[in-house]
């Protein structure tokens, strides 16, 4: 039965032989059909945002799905086994120096392990001569963002290391610093962030000590699923009867 597809999003659509790293998911949800980006839609706008925030969008990439065609089913193994050459022909053409899998899908299809990709994800392997980075799918990261991200961050981040970049320190130092209200109250100094991020509209997800700018970073995700960073200067302390801690 034919079914709508979704193929791939790639930086290098002249010449497929420029692709460094090749990012593969599992199979096409219906926003991914609808807009023929693959691994976006609401899960997959995770990964969107932490390639973007991890600076991996400057490699040269590859995204795509084991399954490139639409299934509103749970993906069987019959199915990975009929699929699975369209992806192994895409490395191919691509030759990358890196693969990496994101979810059980491609982990099976690769041959890797057939279940346990919790335990297994964030470790590197050897394919057919290439080498592969296992992690989870994003829809498992959105289960338990608070729980499941920094895990999915960590793995995504050895892409980093692999190609021996750094990540972007810098991409939000123009955002300016709104100056917070504070207050003295019974020997403890207190400091409000702006009120927009007391709202339902902001979720707090993560804070952050940038030692080398001498910043505290508040990581906010709003409604759409989108990152917010707040800076606030590390000169605040905050003090107790018995000791005083740096705010981190």
């Known amino acids: 039965i034919d079914q709508p597809s979704c193929l791939i999003d790639t930086n290098c659509k ?44 400057k490699l040269n990439y590859l995204i795509t799905n084991t399954v490139l065609c639409y299934s509103d089913d749970k ?8 699929c699975k050459n369209n992806i192994f022909n895409i490395v191919d053409a691509c030759k990358p120096k890196l693969i990496v899998l994101m979810g059980t899908t491609p982990m099976k299809a690769f041959n890797i392990a057939e279940d346990g990709i919790t335990k297994l994800r964030g470790q590197f ?63 403890i100094f207190r400091y409000k962030i702006p009120e927009k991020y007391y709202t339902d509209e902001y979720k707090l997800i993560d804070i952050q000590y940038l030692s080398s700018k001498s910043k505290v970073v508040y990581i906010f995700r709003d409604k759409n699923g989108n990152k917010d960073y707040h800076y606030e200067s590390d000169d605040y302390v905050y003090y107790t009867s018995r000791s005083f801690s740096r705010l981190t």
Do not use: C
């Not at 010449?15 to 926003?31: A, H």
């Not at 993906?75 to 009929?82: L, Q, R």
């Not at 799918?137 to 021996?164: C, G, H, Q, W, Y």
């Open 14 to 57: 002249d010449d497929l032989s420029q692709v460094e790293v090749i990012f593969v998911g599992e199979n096409p949800d219906k926003d991914e059909i609808s807009s023929q980006i693959p691994v976006s839609g609401k899960s997959g706008n995770i990964f969107r945002s932490l390639f973007s925030s991890l600076g991996l969008s």
């Open 75 to 82: 993906i069987k193994n019959d199915v990975i086994d009929n």
């Open 125 to 187: 392997y050897d394919w057919n001569g290439y080498k592969v980075l296992l992690t989870v799918n994003p829809s498992f990261v959105a289960r338990n963002i608070a729980k499941n991200e920094p895990d999915f961050t960590s793995d995504l981040m050895k892409v980093l290391t692999f190609f021996d970049l750094k990540m972007p320190t810098e991409e939000h130092s123009e955002i300016p610093e709104t100056k917070s209200e504070s207050i003295i109250v019974d020997g």
